[in-house]
Nanobody
Framework: HVQLVESGGGLVQPGGSLRLSCAAS????????MGWYRQAPGEQRELVAS???????NYADSVKGRFTISRDNAKTTVYLQMNSLKPEDTAIYYC??????????WGQGTQVTVSS
């Protein structure tokens, strides 16, 4: 099993920045891909960014050039640096990890609100 603890959400003005963190514990040696998803009210959950065990990254078109995903050297914590935030980035952000056996785990979610 893998446990995930997210932090870093909050209220920020348009144009501002936030950094989300997701720390994994438990069977961390089995982690393959780590990623961030978000879900706005009335919308489906969507991929924001992901990073593989080989550090290959993937971003949603809507966040390219503004968000950066990274992970620590131990590959147990994943970060999402969010710059130039827009009101449409408002959502609950979820961390997701995928093990090499394709089992997935989700974090509890952290609210990001972009508003003046």
């Amino acid at each position: 099993h893998v446990q995930l603890v997210e932090s870093g959400g909050g209220l920020v003005q348009p144009g501002g920045s936030l950094r989300l963190s997701c720390a994994a514990s438990g069977n961390v040696a089995s982690i393959s891909t780590m990623g961030w998803y978000r879900q706005a009210p009335g919308e489906q959950r969507e991929l924001v960014a992901s990073i593989t065990s080989g550090d290959k990254t993937n971003y949603a078109d809507s966040v390219k050039g503004r968000f950066t995903i990274s992970r620590d050297n131990a590959k147990t914590t994943v970060y999402l640096q969010m710059n130039s935030l827009k009101p449409e980035d408002t959502a609950i952000y979820y961390c997701k990890i995928t093990q090499f056996n394709f089992r997935t785990y989700w974090g509890q979610g952290t609210q990001v609100t972009v508003s003046s």
